[in-house]
């Protein structure tokens, strides 16, 4: 093995990483070449020395009491966001159990009748208004649709229904 | 040591808060020598140890293997400091360890000194490589997967950081004398 092959492979000599017969023609070259065994420990001592300069890092003093803080206040903001999605899921399906009560029946017809005339008065209003209106109308529906998915979003992805359930 | 550290795991999940603080007080040196390193800001560091703690406490009961914590825990750091690098190259603060602490001969801290300078000099990609070599010891593959580089490149980055480092070393020392 050449020098110049032998130094290129030195590093991953050092992390064990070559293949096992090319370790070993490294380990050959590295007894009988003064040079590679110069790069050889200049780069083991590269290795400690940067060991060392991280490990002697000074931890800030409090931190793991800022750590501690830091997690606690977290749990609390997830508390609240349980008690939020609990809050929503609740408003959600509270209709379902009053879905059968007398004056929800009587307010579903009334919506019902109400639907039922717009729908039979839709087509000839629809007649009437113009196509630039019509369009107008349309865009804004659409931008409103929008508007609204956007805010619903915004509102419910911090909501935990995993949780509330688990 | 290592059963201790599993009883605290297990209780930890089971959420025992003491458990819990008693992991922290073990990691937090190791962790946040690991982002300072990375990162080279220590209130960035500071910030992406709370961070990685908040994500284990959040997901501990999901660790299905307690003798996993310690590679599980170095990981979670490990990417959060790979995240906040991707996304802004931190501040440098040029911090004095003497500053710091007096409990070690001058040589040493001034040794160091260099070392830090020199992991500043030799570039973000390289210095980031080589602490999850050196430092984490993650093999090759892992750091290839870590960075989504290829096997190759992971090798060639090492040996050159490595050569890097000890060039600017060997350009301070002959600098001092």
Request: with cysteine; charged share 20%.
């Given at each position: 093995?050449?020098?110049?092959?032998?130094?290129?492979?030195?590093?991953?000599?050092?992390?064990?990483?070559?293949?096992?017969?090319?370790?070993?023609?490294?380990?050959?070259?590295?007894?009988?070449?003064?040079?590679?065994?110069?790069?050889?420990?200049?780069?083991?001592?590269?290795?400690?020395?940067?060991?060392?300069?991280?490990?002697?890092?000074?931890?800030?003093?409090?931190?793991?009491?800022?750590?501690?803080?830091a997690v606690?206040?977290d749990?609390?903001?997830?508390?609240?966001?349980?008690?939020?999605?609990?809050?929503?899921?609740?408003?959600?399906?509270?209709?379902?159990?009053?879905?059968?009560?007398?004056?929800?029946?009587?307010?579903?017809?009334?919506?019902?009748?109400?639907?039922?005339?717009?729908?039979?008065?839709?087509?000839?209003?629809?007649?009437?208004?113009?196509?630039?209106?019509?369009?107008?109308?349309?865009?804004?529906?659409?931008?409103?649709?929008?508007?609204?998915?956007?805010?619903?979003?915004?509102?419910?992805?911090?909501?935990?229904?995993?949780?509330?359930?688990? | 040591?290592?059963?201790?550290?599993?009883?605290?795991?297990?209780?930890?999940?089971?959420?025992?808060?003491?458990?819990?603080?008693?992991?922290?007080?073990?990691?937090?040196?190791?962790?946040?020598?690991?982002?300072?390193?990375?990162?080279?800001?220590?209130?960035?560091?500071?910030?992406?140890?709370?961070e990685?703690f908040i994500k284990?406490y959040?997901?501990?009961?999901?660790?299905?293997?307690?003798?996993?914590?310690?590679?599980?825990?170095?990981?979670?750091?490990?990417?959060?400091?790979?995240?906040?690098?991707?996304?802004?190259?931190?501040?440098?603060?040029?911090?004095?360890?003497?500053?710091?602490?007096?409990?070690?001969?001058?040589?040493?801290?001034?040794?160091?000194?260099?070392?830090?300078?020199?992991?500043?000099?030799?570039?973000?990609?390289?210095?980031?490589?080589?602490?999850?070599?050196?430092?984490?010891?993650?093999?090759?593959?892992?750091?290839?997967?870590?960075?989504?580089?290829?096997?190759?490149?992971?090798?060639?980055?090492?040996?050159?950081?490595?050569?890097?480092?000890?060039?600017?070393?060997?350009?301070?020392?002959?600098?001092?004398?």
């Amino acid at each position: 093995m050449k020098c110049v092959d032998c130094c290129e492979l030195i590093s991953a000599y050092l992390d064990q990483e070559l293949e096992p017969h090319i370790q070993a023609k490294v380990q050959e070259h590295l007894k009988i070449c003064p040079e590679c065994q110069t790069v050889q420990a200049s780069l083991t001592e590269v290795r400690t020395l940067l060991y060392d300069c991280i490990d002697a890092a000074p931890v800030p003093e409090g931190l793991c009491t800022k750590v501690m803080t830091a997690v606690a206040r977290d749990q609390a903001k997830v508390r609240r966001q349980i008690q939020l999605t609990a809050f929503v899921l609740l408003l959600l399906t509270s209709p379902v159990f009053v879905l059968f009560t007398p004056l929800i029946t009587r307010l579903l017809h009334l919506g019902y009748v109400t639907l039922s005339v717009v729908w039979r008065s839709w087509p000839p209003l629809l007649k009437s208004i113009s196509p630039q209106t019509g369009w107008t109308l349309g865009i804004s529906a659409l931008l409103l649709t929008a508007a609204a998915s956007l805010i619903a979003w915004s509102l419910l992805r911090g909501l935990r229904v995993k949780e509330v359930f688990s | 040591m290592t059963d201790n550290i599993n009883e605290l795991v297990a209780k930890a999940r089971t959420g025992d808060e003491d458990a819990f603080a008693a992991l922290v007080q073990k990691y937090t040196s190791y962790l946040y020598r690991t982002a300072y390193a990375l990162l080279q800001d220590s209130l960035e560091a500071e910030d992406a140890v709370q961070e990685a703690f908040i994500k284990v406490y959040r997901s501990l009961a999901q660790l299905t293997d307690n003798r996993a914590f310690h590679s599980w825990l170095t990981k979670i750091t490990t990417n959060i400091c790979l995240d906040r690098l991707k996304k802004h190259r931190p501040v440098l603060v040029q911090e004095s360890y003497l500053e710091l602490s007096n409990d070690d001969s001058y040589r040493h801290w001034d040794l160091r000194l260099m070392v830090q300078d020199a992991l500043k000099q030799i570039g973000a990609e390289y210095r980031q490589i080589l602490i999850l070599r050196e430092w984490q010891g993650y093999d090759y593959q892992e750091i290839s997967s870590m960075l989504n580089l290829p096997l190759g490149t992971v090798k060639s980055r090492i040996h050159t950081a490595r050569l890097r480092l000890k060039k600017i070393l060997t350009d301070s020392a002959s600098l001092k004398e």
